[in-house]
T-cell receptor
Framework: ETGVTQSPTHLIKTRGQQVTLRCSSQ?????VSWYQQALGQGPQFIFQ???????GRGNFPPRFSGLQFPNYSSELNVNALELDDSALYLC??????????????FGPGTRLTVL | GQQLNQSPQSMFIQEGEDVSMNCTSS?????WLWYKQDPGEGPVLLIA?????ELTSNGRLTAQFGITRKDSFLNISASIPSDVGIYFC??????????FGAGTILRVKS
């Protein structure tokens, strides 16, 4: 059984560019959540995907969007990058859908730097 | 965004000492979790608590889900150098969204 994996590990972009981050969920998990972790802070919830549908969104603008695929892997897309988007982006998977409190397991994250 | 109040912000303790940290919220949660994060890594789950009043242990770690469902604490007994890292509490309601504290940085003197 493999854990949650994310790619790439690190990424450097310039302001105004677009970025796509990828996540493969843990085997058997159907729910993926994305979090943004700024330096020195706890992770902040961006949104969650369950069976390819967005279900739940945090306080992030529409330029943050995502997808979930039939194999439950997921992408996070950020358009029109801003300097404040520099952060560690974490993906977490779980197997419980949207009405449970099943435990979330995190990937190692993608470190995004916006110059 | 909403965050939990986690304290202390940082701790510097002697190897072998016991450690306590806690987390409070103005809102009720159905689940409390404690994660540890090492530099450059994602958070790793230490303990999950599902019931008010529950006391759960994982090796040298013990955590409790507060009876009011608005708080939790984590104790580490007999700390060792590999306990160094950042500890996060997280609260969860139905729907899987986690709300995190700001973290407690643990440094251990060997």
């Amino acid at each position: 059984e493999t854990g949650v994996t994310q790619s790439p590990t690190h990424l450097i972009k310039t302001r105004g560019q677009q970025v796509t981050l990828r996540c493969s969920s843990q085997s058997g998990h159907n729910t993926v959540s994305w979090y943004q972790q700024a330096l020195g802070q706890g992770p902040q919830f961006i949104f969650q995907y369950y069976r390819e549908e967005e279900n739940g969104r945090g306080n992030f603008p529409p330029r943050f969007s995502g997808l979930q695929f039939p194999n439950y892997s997921s992408e996070l897309n950020v358009n029109a990058l801003e300097l404040d988007d520099s952060a560690l982006y974490l993906c977490a998977s779980s197997d419980g859908g949207t009405t449970s409190t099943d435990t979330q397991y995190f990937g190692p994250g993608t470190r995004l730097t916006v110059l | 965004g909403q965050q939990l109040n986690q304290s202390p912000q940082s701790m510097f303790i002697q190897e072998g000492e016991d450690v306590s940290m806690n987390c409070t919220s103005s809102s009720i949660f159905n689940t409390w979790l404690w994660y540890k994060q090492d530099p450059g890594e994602g958070p790793v789950l230490l303990i999950a608590l599902y019931k008010a009043g529950e006391l759960t242990s994982n090796g040298r770690l013990t955590a409790q889900f507060g009876i009011t469902r608005k708080d939790s604490f984590l104790n580490i007994s007999a700390s060792i150098p590999s306990d160094v890292g950042i500890y996060f509490c997280a609260g969860q309601r139905y729907g899987n969204k986690l709300v995190f504290g700001a973290g407690t940085i643990l440094r251990v003197k060997s």
